[in-house]
Every structure is written in structure tokens, then in C-alpha cells.
């Protein structure tokens, strides 16, 4: 029986933290003792992308947008909506602005995006193997076993001109073939969902919204190179993805999907879970090899590719869980259809996780070729709290910054590299003007020193000292030499690094030092912070025409740097203030200012 | 005492994995699950069980973030320092938990309630900052509200 409407409510790892799973309980409750149970299906779904707006409901067939629900609501949703037939409008979305929207495809947020990889999320219940069929799921393996050959199904992919997502771009396609080619009975395929990437968390929801994608793109791998085992690397730290992964596979061999003689095509095949434990460097492929066999993820010198010589020493396939989720599309509709998307450089759609000081937070996928300025202001609404753009960040702790000047710049593999940062795997950071541009190449710096794996001294040795510079500029003690030296370790890291994390991580660095210059040489030169983050080069002090001597500041302040008399102004001794900033946040007359 | 110190469920998940091979990491995580980190004991144990050298255990335990050598609060706050929770101010929470409780980061307080972890991306950037009580997920934490959010555990 269909039902009169469908109730969708968020179940990403975003939305659940703010409760969603207790709206879904109380949906469920609520239609029961209204006495419309059988008229109304609540589905917990994944993610919809828009978390800055979570929780969210949606529901069908009104297509009504519900934001930021509480648990409380759940009893006027099934009231209004459901029995009456009257949207909720105090819950919609934009009705702050008097203007209800019509349809979800209007709000600016959804605008511009183009949903492959995405295309279930928040759609199905992941955890449930019938929807996933119902759009078209499974469809693509059933292809792959019974009417393509093993070079039909690469050739797709080369058609597709699909290149992978995890950060190096490099041609799906020609890792299959490889692969295929290379000697040997026992072959595996790896799925990389290490997403080590601090601020993204594109895998994540891939993998909590729409596991079988992955698990159906895995199979059709192991069909085409001939393997029959798959493993799942994912991180430890993401419970939620690893339980909706074991409930997809144990749905999978239920239904024949995984396990012996698939779909009684003769094929085997089956995928096992293998956690990571918090090291970054195992998003590098030998590492990550490393890693599953049991040892400390070090990187090993290539070649021999994995495609030859990979784990326990067989040949393997190593894809991300972005580049195994676009797959089955890519099987369903035709190579062509994926290269229609994009640009001649990068075919297909890429997700991103916009966050920092952007108004809408979430996870993005646009058409490839979309320009940065469309993302940060046209679906991400622009700069939060009315602050300046500054910059914002792409590739991670392997990326650089991307200022105002390129912010035209259209989105894919080439362009990116061309203007110094990479595309990484999906993390776009926007800073706004509060932002120290020397900080934030620190904080990069602090997160690859602490990462590296310590096998080569490039990488070891070189980071350290580099960031020890930076250090010093943030302290108001470097000179001009410190930066020159900074660029000499720079290049000799690059040069001389084995794997890509400590080949890359000198970018922050770097592309700071091109586009920052002015703010490196105020450190420097000045010992000035120019955003006032930097602790040692701030001071604070207090302006006597606007201190009324309220005393506020001086009760409030840890260490009593603040002295002066009630009803006349105040001054802070700065040889004893700690900075702690106190006494800025208690004035109600904003009569301090950082310097 | 080797026999008390795994439970029945982890002495048959060990057996289980015992012969497959790259098992070390599987096991370790399953031993930090029930025992809450890795003690010399534990470690001593699974190398008895895996017949793996301790030496390669400990060189394991020590290279991943997610292995703990030392035992947690009976709440284990851990503060988020990924990027977006950094740039919306993730280490004045670690300096406001250092003032509330004392703790520093690995740090554990003295009544060995609380412990503190600062912890790589949640996963969830949209609410940063981000910090988690025993698995609950508080976000767009505040100075001010931190005090409030600790009283909840207490």
C-alpha cells in the first residue's frame, strides 16, 4: 500500500549529534498515537548536505523543507502536515525572510549542485537494501556480470575519463588495467576510506548515506580484474559509516549480492571491514597497504605500483570511496554521459565539505568546472556574521590558499594546480579577515609534523625545522634569512620526500608566502599580527575617551593587570596581561582594542 | 590471571582472528573496546595470543593516534582541532577545560572523572566547534557554555 506521505529525516553523523534520531523515534510515536501509523512512512535517511541548517525533515509528497527541528516537533508535523494537510511553515526553510519556498531545487543552497556521487543521500534509508534496488541499485553489477566483458567494463571507465578522487586525480581506468594485466591468480581490490583530511568528511556521508554504492562499485572491480576479495580501509573514528557498512554487507549476501556464485553468474566475491587507527598517512596507498597487513603505516617506495605489487605482495586496485560511489552510476548510464559533465579536464561532479566561517556549512557536489565564487557565495551564501573574505583553503594539509583575485577560477584538477593548491579530496576551508593567513600554515604544519611516519628525513627532519620557523615568525623573532631558509627546506621536502605527505606539505607554506606576502613581512618586520591572533605580537589597551571606569574589566581580569579608579578610565599594565582576552569580552563600551 | 583479564566475548574474538592474516590492528582495537586502552598486561597477553613480539606491538600501539597507553576518565571529553573547529576557536575550549577542571590535553583529573583528548575532525564541521562527552556530541560550543556542559557529567 503506498502511503499518503514520506517523512525523511536526516540520519548523517551532523544531524544525529543535534538529535535527529530522537525526531525520528518521536515521528514514529507520534503517528502511532494520532492514529495515522498506516498512512505515514518515516525513513531515516543520509546525509542531505545542508548540515548547517540540521536537522533536517523532509516530507514527501509536498516536498516540504523542514529545518533545524527539535524532538518537540515531531507532534506538529504529524499533526499539521500529516493530518491536516498544512505545512508547517515556522519550521520551513527561508521563513525567516517571509519567503516559504516552493520547491527544495529553489533554495540557493541546492541551486547549483549536480548530485552523482550524492544521488542517494537523503534519499533511501541506507539501511535498507530495497530502496537502494528501487533507484536503480544493483543494476549496474547485473550489467556488468551478464552483457560486459572485464574490457568492456574498463573501457567505460575510459570513456567516463574518470580520474580518481582522493586527491592525485589519476586515471580510474588505467589502475584497473594494471591491475588486470598484472601477473598473478590472487588479486584485491581496497577501498580507501581513510579520510584523513582534517575539516572533510565527504567518504563519511558517502558511506553512512549510501553504502551499497560502494560495495556494488567494489564488486564490478573484482569482475573486471578478477579478484575475488575486497577489503573496506575506513577510519576507526566513524562509527556510524562502519555499523551502516555491516548492515549493508550482511543485506548483500542475503540477497546474493556478495558472497558465492553472485546472482548465479559463477562470479565470487565477497569485502571484509579493516579499521585504521588515526594516522594520516595511511591515505597514501602503500601505507594504507601497510596498515591492513597488520604493521605501522609506512609508506613504501613506488614502484612497484600496488596495481603490481600490492597487498601481500598481489596486485590491487586502490580507489577512494568518492571514486567507488560514482561508478555504478558511470556502469548504468554510459562513459558518455559521465564525460558530458564537467570540463574537458575533470569530467563528472565533485563533493566538498564547505566549512569555516561561511554561512551555509555542509557537503557540496557540483559539476566540476563550477568556479570557487559560485560555491562560497552563491551556494554557500558568502562570509558568516557580515566579516571580509580572506581566502579559503583547498587539498588540506597538501593544499593552498585561493584568494579573492582567483576566485573565478573554475574547479578541476589542472586549474587548481595551476594557481599553487591541489584538489585534494574535498576540503574547502574558507577563512575570513580574522583569520592569521601565518597561523593557519602553522596549524597545517603542526598537523604534518605530527603525522609523519618518520621513515625519511626529509620529511622528518625538514618539517620539523620548518615549522619550527614558523614558529618564530608567530612569535615576532624571525628575520628575513628565517624565510629564505624556510624556502630552501621547502623544495629540498619536495624533491626529496618518499610519499606525497611530506612531498606536499610544504604547500601551505608556500602558498601563504605567495599570496600573503604583505602579512609574513608585518610578522616579520613589524612583530605585528595583523588579525590579532597571534598571542605574542598582540597588546590590548584601553581607550580613555570611551572607558566610563566602570571597574568590569579589572574584577574580570585573571591576573590584575587593570588598575584605575571607579568612574575614571582604566589602563592595563602590559608587562603583567596574559592576553587573555577577559577584559574585551566583559566591556560593554568597546573601549579595548587588540593591536 | 591471563585468563581473567579478556572476557569471554574478546578471548573468542581473538580466536577468531588469531590465524587471518594482518589481525594485530583488528584485536588491538577489540582489546581497547573492552579494557578502554592498552595496558602492558594487554599487550603482553595478545602477544602471547597472536605469538606476535611485543616489541612489534608496542612499535604498532605507539604509531596510530587512536591507541591509548593510558587509562581514560570515566568520561573522555575530546575536543575537536580539525580545521573548521580550529578556525572557530577549538583550542579556547581546551584552554576553558584547562581552566574549569585543570586538564591538559592526555591529561586525566585527579578524581579520574574526566579525561581530554584533542581529537582530529569529528566528521561533523557544519556545528563547529565540536567537542564530545562519552559519545555525546555537543557543537557550536562556547566559552561559556563549557562550565554548564560539564555539570551535565558530573
Redesign the interface.
Known amino acids: 500500500m503506498a502511503f499518503k506521505n514520506y517523512i525523511l529525516v536526516c540520519g548523517g553523523?551532523?544531524c544525529?549529534?543535534?538529535k535527529s534520531d530522537q525526531i525520528y523515534k518521536n515521528l514514529v510515536e507520534e503517528a502511532k498515537n494520532q492514529g495515522v501509523a498506516d498512512q505515514v512512512q518515516v525513513v531515516k535517511t543520509g546525509c542531505f548536505g545542508f548540515?548547517?541548517q540540521?536537522p533536517i525533515v523532509k516530507v514527501l509528497p509536498e516536498d516540504s523543507f523542514y529545518v533545524q527541528v527539535k524532538p518537540e516537533d515531531a507532534k506538529e508535523i504529524i499533526s499539521e502536515h500529516v493530518i491536516k494537510g498544512r505545512e508547517v511553515t515556522r519550521l520551513q526553510y527561508g521563513h525567516q525572510v517571509r519567503k516559504a519556498y516552493e520547491e527544495v531545487e529553489d533554495i540557493q543552497f541546492y541551486k547549483k549542485q549536480k548530485r552523482v556521487v550524492l544521488r542517494n543521500c537523503g534519499k533511501i534509508d541506507p539501511e535498507n537494501i530495497d530502496e537502494y534496488i528501487a533507484c536503480d541499485g544493483y543494476k549496474a553489477l547485473e550489467k556488468a556480470l551478464f552483457e560486459m566483458s572485464e574490457d568492456d567494463i574498463i573501457n567505460e571507465l575510459k570513456v567516463a575519463g574518470l580520474r580518481g578522487r582522493g586527491g592525485a586525480g589519476f586515471p580510474t581506468w588505467m589502475k584497473w588495467n594494471f591491475t588486470k594485466q598484472a601477473e598473478g591468480d590472487v588479486k584485491y581490490v581496497v577501498c580507501n576510506a581513510d579520510e584523513?583530511?582534517?575539516?572533510?568528511?565527504m567518504d563519511?556521508s558517502t558511506l553512512e548515506g549510501d553504502p551499497h554504492s560502494v560495495l556494488e562499485a567494489m564488486t564490478i572491480c573484482g569482475k573486471a580484474i578478477g579478484a575475488h576479495q575486497g577489503f573496506i580501509y575506513i577510519r576507526?573514528?566513524?562509527p556510524l559509516a562502519i555499523h551502516r557498512l555491516e548492515v549493508a554487507m550482511k543485506q548483500s549476501r542475503e540477497y546474493g549480492l556478495l558472497g558465492k556464485n553472485i546472482l548465479g553468474s559463477g562470479f565470487d566475491y565477497d569485502i571484509e571491514i579493516?579499521?585504521?587507527?588515526?594516522?594520516?598517512v595511511c591515505g597514501e596507498e602503500t601505507a594504507l597497504l601497510q596498515?591492513?597487513?597488520?604493521?605501522?603505516?609506512m609508506p613504501q617506495p613506488r614502484p612497484p605500483f600496488p596495481a603490481v605489487k600490492g597487498l601481500?605482495g598481489k596486485p590491487t586496485v586502490i580507489n577512494n570511496v568518492e571514486t567507488w560511489a560514482n561508478i555504478p552510476a558511470i556502469i548504468v548510464r554510459g562513459g558518455e554521459w559521465f564525460a558530458s559533465i564537467g570540463t574537458a579536464d575533470s569530467h563528472g561532479t565533485k563533493v566538498f565539505?564547505l566549512?569555516?566561517?561561511i554561512c551555509n556549512?555542509?557537503l557540496v557536489e557540483v559539476p566540476m568546472g563550477t568556479t570557487l565564487r559560485e560555491i562560497v557565495f552563491d551556494i554557500g551564501g558568502g562570509i558568516a556574521h557580515g566579516k571580509k573574505f580572506k581566502a579559503v583553503?583547498t587539498g588540506?594539509p597538501s593544499g593552498g590558499v585561493i584568494t579573492e583575485e582567483n576566485l573565478d577560477t573554475p574547479i578541476d584538477f589542472g586549474s587548481l594546480m595551476k594557481i599553487g593548491s591541489m584538489m585534494g579530496s574535498g576540503?574547502m576551508?574558507v577563512?575570513d579577515e580574522d583569520?592569521c593567513i601565518v597561523d593557519?600554515a602553522k596549524?597545517?604544519l603542526d598537523?604534518t609534523v605530527d603525522e609523519s611516519?618518520g621513515k625519511c628525513a626529509p620529511c622528518r627532519i625538514g618539517g620539523k625545522t620548518l615549522n619550527g620557523l614558523l614558529g618564530k615568525i608567530t612569535e615576532g623573532k624571525a628575520t628575513d634569512e628565517d624565510v629564505a631558509q624556510m624556502r630552501q627546506i621547502a623544495l629540498a621536502m619536495q624533491k626529496g620526500s618518499l610519499c606525497a605527505l611530506g612531498q606536499t606539505a610544504p604547500n601551505p607554506v608556500l602558498s601563504t608566502l605567495k599570496y600573503f606576502p604583505e602579512e609574513y613581512e608585518a610578522h616579520i618586520r613589524d612583530k605585528k599580527c595583523p588579525s590579532g591572533k597571534c598571542k605574542k605580537l598582540i597588546s590590548y589597551s584601553i581607550d580613555p575617551t570611551k572607558c566610563i571606569g566602570c571597574t568590569a574589566c579589572a574584577r574580570k581580569c585573571p591576573v590584575g593587570a587593570i588598575s584605575g579608579e571607579l568612574k575614571k578610565p582604566h589602563s592595563i599594565n602590559t608587562q603583567v596581561c596574559i592576553k587573555c582576552g577577559v577584559c574585551k569580552e566583559t566591556c560593554k563600551f568597546s573601549a579595548i582594542s587588540v593591536k | 590471571m591471563s585468563q581473567n583479564l579478556f572476557s569471554e566475548e574478546l578471548n573468542a574474538f581473538v580466536d577468531e582472528w588469531k590465524d587471518k592474516?594482518?589481525?594485530?590492528?583488528?584485536v588491538?582495537?577489540r582489546v581497547q573496546q573492552e579494557i578502554g586502552y592498552i595496558s602492558r598486561e594487554a599487550a603482553d597477553e595478545v602477544s602471547r595470543r597472536l605469538n606476535i613480539p611485543l616489541a612489534k606491538i608496542w612499535?604498532?600501539v605507539t604509531?596510530?593516534?587512536?591507541?591509548k597507553l593510558n587509562k581514560p576518565g570515566k568520561y573522555n571529553i575530546q575536543v575537536c582541532?580539525?580545521?573548521?573547529?580550529?578556525?572557530?576557536g577549538g583550542d579556547i575550549i581546551i584552554e576553558e577545560l584547562g581552566k574549569q577542571k585543570g586538564l591538559n590535553v592526555g591529561g586525566l583529573t585527579e578524581d579520574g572523572k574526566f579525561s581530554l583528548e584533542a581529537?582530529?575532525?569529528?566528521?561533523?564541521?557544519?556545528?563547529?566547534p565540536?567537542m564530545t562527552i562519552a559519545g555525546e556530541?555537543?557543537?557550536k560550543v562556547t566559552k561559556d557554555q563549557v562550565a554548564g556542559i560539564l555539570d551535565k557529567f558530573s
Not at chain 1, 291 to 297: L, P, Q, W, Y
Not at chain 2, 21 to 26: A, D, F, S
Not at chain 2, 81 to 88: P, R, S, V
Request: glycine share 20%; hydrophobic share 40%.
Open positions: 553523523t551532523a544525529e549529534s543535534s548540515c548547517e540540521g584523513g583530511d582534517p575539516g572533510a568528511y563519511r576507526a573514528e566513524y579493516r579499521l585504521g587507527a588515526g594516522a594520516f596498515s591492513i597487513e597488520g604493521h605501522r603505516g601481500w565539505a566549512t569555516g566561517k556549512s555542509g583553503q588540506g576540503g576551508i577563512m583569520d593557519v596549524f597545517y598537523f611516519c | 592474516p594482518g589481525n594485530l590492528i583488528m588491538l582495537h612499535g604498532v604509531f596510530y593516534h587512536f591507541f582541532l580539525g580545521t573548521a573547529c580550529y578556525l572557530k581529537v582530529r575532525c569529528v566528521g561533523c564541521c557544519g556545528l563547529a565540536v556530541v555537543f557543537g
